[in-house]
């Protein structure tokens, strides 16, 4: 997990779970100011309000981004579990679920979670955007 700073706030960045929806800063959902692929840091959180950084992780529907203040991450505990299936995507689950591995291992999992529905992952459970890359139609 990649982070970056300012003041009582962490952006947490996991690349990995990134299905590259451009959400955080392509269009009307984006703050380039902030979240910005084409420079690096990629991530600049000096350049706009904690609050304004806030609502804009949250609409993050993979996960990769998460928030931390004072160091501890932040879970919407109010958030009801909703799975909602991407076209020609992920399952893009919201909420609090525990994943149940083959060897009995669990990990519970908070805000969002993007699940591979196309097999090309090399992160699975979790969707990695290779389906974008192997043309998945689902
Ligand atoms: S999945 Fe999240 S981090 Fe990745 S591009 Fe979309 S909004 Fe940004
Ligand atoms: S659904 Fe995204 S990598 Fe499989």
């Given at each position: 997990m990649k982070q970056y700073k300012k003041d009582t706030l962490t952006i947490n960045w996991e690349?990995?779970?990134?299905?590259?929806?451009?959400k955080c800063w392509?269009?009307?959902?984006?703050l380039p100011t902030v979240?910005?692929?084409?420079?690096?840091?990629?991530?600049?959180?000096?350049?706009?309000?904690i609050e304004t950084i806030i609502a804009h992780i949250?609409?993050?529907?993979?996960?990769?981004l998460s928030y931390s203040l004072n160091d501890e991450i932040v879970v919407d505990t109010n958030a009801a579990t909703s799975i909602t299936i991407l076209a020609n995507g992920p399952l893009l689950c919201t909420g609090k679920i525990k994943i149940i591995y083959p060897n009995g291992n669990e990990e519970e999992k908070t805000n969002n979670t993007a699940l591979c529905r196309c097999g090309a992952s090399a992160n699975k459970p979790f969707c990695d955007g290779n389906h974008a890359k192997v043309g998945f139609k689902g």
């Open positions: 690349p990995e779970k990134c299905i590259h929806s451009t392509r269009g009307e959902t984006g979240f910005n692929p084409k420079e690096k840091p990629w991530i600049k959180p000096e350049n706009e309000e949250k609409q993050c529907p993979s996960g990769a």
